[in-house]
């Protein structure tokens, strides 16, 4: 027997043939056999799957019982160390991704990862094995990727038909083909289809979701306003042609599970765009996909590059394909650069969010409320900008609130060739040049708020809130003698949990009469039982919606303040800056937001 892959969950994948590195070495069933085995249980979420070892009693019950009943041995060793999930496929309730089997909740938390420029060959495959490049994705907290491709590759001979070698050879790239011969040796000689099948694949062995995303049409750097591929009726965007290129991927992907969702288009813009054709054939291509796997989510894109689906508020989509249909859109500092430039930061960040809401978030609300998935936004990583700063630190707080499944651009270190040069870097990109570890293990903590699944509309937990700080990403939290902190959002536990009921009232540990109170300017935050002080009783004090203030005897707003230099710093209250809008001030030290959850 030989499965890779998702399995429903109870089900067990075992590969007596495949050497894998992770895999689990067990002793033999049968004299003189020995064999590698890999199990896997459902893996919708990044800490739900894991590769289980065997105990003695389990070795010595195999090897009693024999080879007839490896699967029953497998299920009560499974049951004794195995934390269960949720399984595949997914779908849609109001707002929420759940799973078809039982409807809890699955955020996905993905990294974009490009495969639809010129060569038509993955990125990073001649640097890094497609499994260690799987794995380090796991470790930095990620349960999922958008991989791209290109509409080309499925519906024009003269592209599909070439291998990865020579494809590579086309445009000279050496160096591109002798790693992937020492890296990757299986797929040189893969015709180009048949090698991104075997690194989705790969992945989805790995337990990582796959979002397949159709980049473009023809193969090349996305997105020029006039580039040909931008909207339908483009010179290379033909919507039959599309259509027949979501029709197979689609089918070709259909019997894998891990391949969770197709996204129709990116960003589409241009001067043939319209309202009137967007739903034409965005609605053709939808059915389309569902038609071929009627599993699969099918998620849609608005117009403007992603940014704009607000025509949705006036016009349904008009069905939701089972409830199979999610919404995206994207978020970027270059969407708004000229306003994070010169407006001040408290008004700029309101304006954004109000915009963000306004043209896209709102799909998330109301009675027809509808998935939103964030499919990419993201910073330059090499050298982080004021306006990147800005933006960033507006974004995670935003986005954390509304607890949005999304997707970080990008994965990719460097490229095959991309506009005319081979190897270049991204300096988006959450990996060092060499594929091999974290860029900036920094940002991957203060990606951690929004990693975590915060709501769920299943749960039985009373609602609560988590303390955000949004310029780091760490929680609130009580340390030992009520010192009060942030530090790392990863462990939720019950010291970084508060009670609020709005302005003017106060911040209250969760289960306990203790509030946060303001002590003083420049002195660090206490916990205490007197919870009806001016200096007790918090409310929102400036235009970002942001900063949080306690009033002192004399009237003068005191908000919190951190600056963590260390995974626990202590958090100070301030005079509260740029409350005014003060032309060259900086509050980001001062923004926090109260993250509401429900999970135990």
Same mark, same amino acid.
């Given at each position: 027997m030989l499965m890779t892959g998702h399995l429903p969950f109870g089900e067990i994948a075992v590969s007596q043939k495949l050497k894998w590195k992770s895999a *689990?070495?067990?002793?033999?069933?049968?004299?003189?056999?020995?064999?590698?085995?890999?199990?896997?249980?459902?893996?919708?979420?990044?800490?739900?799957?894991?590769?289980?070892?065997?105990?003695?009693?389990?070795?010595?019950?195999?090897?009693?019982?024999?080879?007839?009943?490896?699967?029953?041995?497998?299920?009560?060793s499974l049951a004794m160390s195995a934390t269960l999930c949720n399984s595949l496929p997914l779908s849609t309730r109001g707002r929420w991704i759940v799973d078809n089997a039982a409807g809890g909740r699955v955020k996905m938390a993905c990294v974009?990862?490009?495969?639809?420029?010129?060569p038509l060959v993955t990125e990073g495959i001649h640097a890094q094995p497609v499994e260690r490049i799987a794995e380090t994705v796991k470790a930095m907290g990620f349960n999922c990727i958008r991989l791209t491709y290109a509409t080309f590759m499925w519906t024009r001979a003269d592209y599909n038909n070439r291998t990865v070698a020579q494809s590579l050879d086309s445009f000279n790239l050496t160096q591109a083909k002798e790693g992937i011969a020492r890296n990757n040796?299986?797929?040189?000689?893969?015709?180009?289809?048949?090698?991104?099948?075997?690194? *989705?694949?790969?992945?989805?062995?790995?337990?990582?979701?796959? *979002?397949?995303?159709n980049h473009v049409s023809k193969p090349l750097w996305c997105c020029a306003r006039e580039d040909g591929n931008g909207f339908?009726?483009?010179?290379?965007?033909?919507?039959?042609e599309w259509i027949k290129g979501l029709t197979d991927v689609s089918t070709r992907f259909k019997n894998n599970p891990q391949v969770v969702a197709l996204s129709m288009r990116n960003e589409m813009r241009g001067a043939r765009s319209n309202v009137p054709d967007w739903y034409r054939y965005m609605r053709k291509g939808a059915k389309a996909i569902h038609k071929a796997n009627p599993k699969v989510l099918v998620i849609v894109s608005g117009l403007n590059f992603d940014k704009d689906l607000s025509f949705l508020g006036r016009k349904s989509f008009g069905f939701t394909l089972n409830n199979k249909v999610v919404?995206?859109?994207?978020?970027? &500092?270059?969407?708004?650069?000229?306003?994070?430039?010169?407006?001040?930061?408290?008004? =700029?960040?309101?304006?954004?969010? !109000?915009?963000?809401?306004? !043209?896209?978030?709102?799909? &998330?609300?109301?009675d027809k409320a509808a998935p939103l998935f964030i499919s990419e936004y993201g910073i330059n990583l090499q050298e982080t900008s004021q306006v990147d700063s800005r933006y960033f630190t507006c974004f995670l707080p935003t986005v954390a609130e509304k607890d949005l499944d999304w997707a970080l651009w990008t994965l990719q270190a460097s490229y095959h060739y991309r506009q005319g040069h081979a190897g270049g870097g991204e300096s988006y990109s959450v990996l060092d040049y060499s594929w091999s570890k974290p860029r900036y293990p920094q940002f991957l903590e203060r990606m951690v708020i929004l990693q975590n699944l915060l709501q769920d509309p299943n749960s039985n937990v009373s609602p609560y809130y988590l303390l955000v700080h949004a310029q780091s990403g760490f929680c609130v939290n009580v340390k030992h003698n009520d010192v009060v902190?942030?530090?790392?959002?990863?462990?939720?536990?019950?010291?970084?949990?508060?009670?609020?009921?709005?302005?003017?009232?106060?911040?209250?540990?969760?289960?306990?009469?203790?509030?946060?109170?303001? *002590?003083?300017?420049?002195?660090?935050?206490?916990?205490?039982? !007197?919870?009806?002080?001016?200096? =007790? &009783?918090?409310?929102?004090?400036?235009?970002?919606?942001?900063?949080?203030?306690?009033?002192d005897e004399q009237g003068n707003p005191l908000c919190l303040d951190a600056t963590p230099s260390s995974n626990s710093t202590p958090i100070l209250t301030r005079a509260c800056a740029c409350l005014n809008n003060e032309a060259g001030c900086d509050p980001l030290s001062q923004w926090f937001k109260l993250v509401p959850s429900n999970i135990a």
């Open positions: *689990v070495n067990m002793p033999a069933l049968y004299p003189n056999q020995r064999r590698l085995y890999r199990l896997y249980l459902c893996w919708p979420f990044a800490k739900c799957g894991r590769i289980f070892k065997w105990s003695k009693a389990s070795y010595k019950f195999a090897e009693m019982k024999g080879k007839n009943n490896l699967q029953t041995i497998l299920l009560i974009n990862w490009v495969s639809h420029l010129e040796p299986k797929l040189l000689n893969l015709q180009i289809i048949d090698a991104y099948e075997a690194v *989705v694949n790969e992945l989805g062995a790995h337990g990582l979701m796959l *979002v397949l995303d339908f009726g483009d010179m290379y965007f033909d919507p039959k919404f995206e859109a994207h978020w970027y &500092t270059f969407d708004f650069t000229q306003q994070w430039q010169q407006l001040p930061p408290n008004r =700029a960040c309101r304006q954004r969010a !109000d915009e963000f809401q306004r !043209d896209a978030a709102f799909l &998330t609300t109301g902190s942030v530090s790392s959002c990863r462990k939720n536990s019950r010291n970084s949990r508060w009670n609020h009921e709005g302005d003017r009232s106060p911040i209250k540990k969760l289960g306990r009469k203790h509030c946060l109170k303001a *002590v003083g300017d420049g002195v660090p935050l206490t916990l205490s039982d !007197d919870c009806s002080s001016p200096r =007790a &009783t918090w409310q929102l004090v400036s235009d970002s919606m942001l900063q949080i203030a306690a009033m």
